[in-house]
């Protein structure tokens, strides 16, 4: 039990050691007496307050500390950004002609079947949590591609056609990291770093362009069209690029 100033407010015994710093240092007390027979407090302020800006501060102060003490505060995701399969889609596109641009090329024309069949091959990914340019089913990109009414081809040299796409794929995170606080080895907070949509495409893009082998297939010139497809699956992100 508390005491102020006529006012009391019960305490447990075993909150009581953890809750009197707090009102020491915020309410200025002059001194304390503790009865422990009792469990009563009384306390004598240098400045005085109504009983009712008392009681409202002790219930505030009481609420907080012992909360703090025994409850984990629940987790704390942030303000997420809103992302969107189609703006990732959109944006990537963008960076790949930037890239081609940059190094001499000619732009991709974004082709609406190489978008569906990239974007089926994403979902698949997603759905059935794999990571492969070859499906559950073992088709490549080229069967992949048949299945969905691919039937183009044009000339890759003298003798040579094309028939298939040529095809990149990338996993990437809604998050960068996730920072968590601990007090006295509780989990007190858990902050995801999100990424934005253009942070997203960005790190996609230049993944691809740090490894030789997709790099050449974006920078290669036999290509003239392209179609991104995104799945988002919780915070995991598949990327498709199809290519002829």
């Given at each position: 039990m508390?005491?102020?100033?006529?006012?009391?407010?019960?305490?447990?015994?075993?909150?009581?050691l953890g809750f009197m710093?707090?009102?020491?240092?915020?309410?200025?007390?002059?001194?304390?007496?503790?009865?422990?027979?009792?469990?009563i407090f009384s306390i004598s302020y240098l400045n005085r307050y109504s009983c009712l800006k008392i009681m409202k501060k002790i219930l505030f102060l009481l609420i907080f500390c012992l909360g703090s003490a025994h409850y984990p505060v629940a987790a704390d995701i942030g303000a997420q950004p809103e992302i969107t399969a189609?703006?990732?889609?959109?944006?990537?596109?963008?960076?790949?002609?930037?890239?081609?641009?940059?190094?001499?090329?000619?732009?991709?024309?974004?082709?609406?079947?190489?978008?569906?069949?990239?974007?089926?091959h994403s979902i698949d990914m997603a759905r059935y949590h794999?990571?492969?340019?070859?499906?559950?089913?073992g088709e490549g990109p080229l069967e992949r591609a048949k299945n969905q009414g691919w039937d183009k081809k044009k000339q890759a040299g003298a003798n040579t056609w094309a028939i298939g796409p040529g095809e990149n794929i990338f996993m990437n995170n809604l998050y960068d990291k996730i920072v968590t606080t601990k007090q006295n080895g509780v989990l007190i907070k858990k902050e995801y770093l999100w990424k934005t949509s253009e942070e997203i495409a960005q790190s996609t893009v230049q993944g691809w362009m740090d490894s030789p082998p997709h790099r050449k297939n974006i920078l290669s010139p036999?290509?003239?069209q392209q179609g991104i497809g995104v799945a988002i699956s919780g915070h995991e992100i598949y990327v498709t690029e199809d290519m002829f």
């Open positions: 508390l005491t102020l100033n006529g006012c009391a407010v019960y305490v447990s015994p075993y909150d009581h710093p707090c009102i020491v240092h915020l309410f200025k007390i002059d001194w304390i007496a503790y009865n422990e027979r009792s469990n189609a703006e990732l889609e959109r944006q990537i596109h963008l960076r790949i002609n930037r890239e081609r641009q940059n190094h001499g090329l000619s732009q991709l024309d974004s082709d609406e079947l190489l978008a569906a069949i990239a974007r089926k794999f990571f492969n340019h070859t499906n559950l089913q036999k290509y003239d």
